[in-house]
Structure formats: structure tokens, C-alpha cells
């Protein structure tokens, strides 16, 4: 295979630099300094996203599974989704839940 010459030379010379020790309030007064320019130029620290609770995921123990797939507009999808992320519910529960109350309507 043959060399590309890119105009760089030999740049075997060059070393990282040895990072200085800091001391701990060298460290926290650097931290708080970086903190306060970022801060002035609009930067904010992130923060932990809130995150709803994970809905449980698994069936009744023992019980046999079926599978279905469903399209529907995307406006009634993401009703059921955020109805399933509000009650922690799995897509099934809720698909139980709204078939349970449909039925004691019909009484």
C-alpha cells in the first residue's frame, strides 16, 4: 500500500500534555468558574428527565397468549398510549379494563 503525503511531515514529536495535579478546591473553584460561564452564555446544567413509571408488561402467569397488530388513527394510538402511561397499565389491561366497562354498560 502506498503513502499519501499530506503535507504534515512527521508528527512523531507530538506528546500529550501531562494533566497538573489539582487539589479538591482547585477542582470544585475550576468546576464552579466553567458552571458560571456556561451559565452566562445561556448554557444550563441537564437535569434527570422525568420519566412516567414503566408499566408492567406481562401477562397473566400460566394463562395462553394471542398477538394481534392494530393501525388506527394516530390521534386515538397516542390517546391509548398516554391512557396506558397514566394508569401504568399494559396495552392489554387497558384493552380488558375499557371491554370490562363496555360489557356492565350492556347489563
Not at 15 to 41: C, F, V
Not at 45 to 60: C, E, L
Not at 70 to 99: F, N, Q, S, T
Request: charge should be neutral; hydrophobic fraction near 30%.
Amino acid at each position: 500500500m502506498s503513502k499519501i503525503d499530506l503535507g504534515l511531515g512527521d508528527l512523531s514529536d507530538i506528546q500529550p500534555n501531562t494533566p497538573r495535579p489539582q487539589t479538591s478546591a482547585q477542582e470544585r473553584l475550576e468546576n464552579a468558574t466553567i458552571d458560571m460561564i456556561g451559565k452566562d452564555h445561556g448554557f444550563t446544567k441537564a437535569s434527570v428527565p422525568s420519566s412516567n413509571p414503566k408499566r408492567r408488561r406481562t401477562a397473566m402467569q400460566g394463562e395462553p397468549q394471542h398477538q394481534i397488530s392494530i393501525k388506527g388513527p394516530v390521534r386515538v394510538m397516542e390517546r391509548l398510549i398516554d391512557y396506558c402511561d397514566k394508569e401504568r397499565l399494559a396495552y392489554w389491561e387497558a384493552i380488558e379494563k375499557l371491554l370490562d366497562i363496555n360489557e356492565d354498560k350492556g347489563r
